[in-house]
């Protein structure tokens, strides 16, 4: 099978890009080299906390430059999905304003008066009656959506519950089970695709994590590719019945590959047996 030239880039943020607001080496030439090759490109987070301008702050003082426009987040997935579902609807949301942002965007009004919704992101103050109140409303037959399944997240005091975990304790109190629309959903591939008018087979998803990262650019029919500069080790890699595209040690390894041909020596599916490539640039 011939595959497509690779048109366009879909990366991770977090453990591909930076540590925390710590850049990992070759982050900002990768992002300059999208920029200059002219393809397409987002960066992907399943962090429904900030707005993409904030994601972009943020980026900026880790000296990477990333257009806003070129953001896409577990809240804007969830927006767009929800507008798509159900226009012009209603929800309570427990989240910060990345989420509430994203919803008010698409037309939703935001309310604890019988919701269509309740929607459930990342927050660093979640609240007990924030919380009950949404155990409340999932009980009485609103639908229950989470951005993430994420049940934990990295801080510079050490680890903190995310919106898996406090998913896991609503759904413990209602036995409701929320439908989660970021990673490894494939929905949030497929609705960054739809942003930027892209095609899944001429699409390269880069990420740090086997379960999200990777399962969901598969699924979604992208080409992957493994960094190992965040939460999957090396001889992690093959304990998963699924395998990446290419594994490499850093971002810093595809800064030559931006622009290449997506076939041949020195393309993403040079070396496909992943096993045996980590390493290879």
Do not use: C
């Not at 999905?81 to 009004?109: I, M, N, S």
């Not at 309740?118 to 409340?136: K, M």
Request: net charge negative.
């Amino acid at each position: 099978m011939t595959l497509r030239p690779v048109e366009t880039w879909l990366t991770d943020m977090d453990g591909v890009l930076v540590h925390e607001e710590v850049p990992i080496p070759g982050a900002t030439e990768f992002i300059d080299a999208l920029k200059e090759s002219g393809l397409q490109f987002l960066v992907l987070t399943n962090n429904s906390i900030y707005t993409p301008r904030d994601l972009r702050a943020r980026l900026l003082g880790s000296g990477i430059d990333v257009p806003e426009t070129a953001i896409w987040t577990s809240a804007l997935a969830t927006a767009q999905f929800l507008a798509d579902q159900r226009p012009h609807g209603t929800a309570y949301v427990v989240g910060e304003a990345g989420l509430t942002t994203a919803l008010h965007d698409v037309g939703y009004v935001m309310t604890d008066r019988d919701p269509d919704y309740v929607v459930l992101g990342e927050t660093r103050t979640y609240s007990f009656e924030a919380i009950t109140r949404a155990i409340r409303l999932v009980d009485a037959g609103a639908r229950f959506i989470a951005t993430n399944p994420d049940p934990s997240g990295p801080s510079q005091q050490g680890m903190l519950p995310a919106t898996g975990a406090v998913a896991a304790l609503i759904t413990a109190a209602t036995g409701r089970t929320p439908y989660y629309v970021g990673k490894p959903n494939p929905l949030m591939m497929r609705s960054a695709l739809n942003r930027l008018d892209a095609h899944s087979e001429s699409t390269v998803m880069v990420g740090d994590r086997m379960d999200t990262d990777i399962v969901s650019g598969l699924e979604a029919g992208l080409r992957t590719v493994l960094v190992t500069t965040g939460s999957t080790r090396p001889e992690d890699v093959e304990r998963f019945p699924y395998r990446p595209t290419r594994v490499v040690d850093s971002i810093a390894d595809l800064v030559a590959m931006v622009g290449s041909p997506a076939r041949g020596e020195h393309g993403i599916d040079a070396g496909h047996d992943s096993g045996e490539g980590h390493g290879e640039g």
